[in-house]
């Protein structure tokens, strides 16, 4: 069974921090993509931040550039997202999900290349 479970979500003051962490089981991470993607209401799920397989190559959305940073440990199953300086327009349903095989890099963060999704974490940054 593939599963992934995320967790570290709440709510947080506009500049704070969390860190969001992706548990997978049933299969292992080692071959996997693993993408970072948010939703609100009445917005097109956007992919945050992706992180390859292969070669460690990461895709960063351009509003979140320089305060999130994706990571992964392989040995562990697990993906974390480390978000800082937060603002209120990061609030969002927080999804983790998984492909294998992802070769085109251009597409390492198009949610429709992934497979295995998560069932989300809320987040949300407000004072």
């Known amino acids: 069974q593939l599963q992934l479970v995320e967790s570290g979500g709440g709510l947080v003051q506009p500049g704070g921090s969390l860190r969001l962490s992706c548990a997978a089981s049933?299969?292992?991470?080692?071959?996997?993509?693993i993408g970072w993607f948010r939703q609100v209401p009445g917005k097109e799920r956007e992919g945050v931040s992706c992180?390859?397989?292969?070669?460690?190559?990461?895709y960063y959305a351009e509003s979140v550039k320089g305060r999130f940073t994706i990571s992964r440990d392989n040995a562990k199953n697990m993906v974390y997202l480390q978000m800082n300086s937060l603002k209120p327009e990061d609030t969002a349903v927080y999804y983790c999900?998984?492909?294998?095989?992802?070769?085109?890099?251009?597409?390492?963060?198009?949610?429709?290349?992934?497979?295995?999704w998560g069932q989300g974490t809320q987040v949300t940054v407000s004072s």
């Open positions: 999900a998984a492909v294998e095989g992802v070769t085109l890099l251009f597409r390492l963060c198009v949610s429709d290349e992934y497979d295995y």
């Open positions: 049933g299969f292992t991470l080692d071959y996997y993509a």
């Open positions: 992180i390859s397989s292969s070669d460690g190559s990461t």
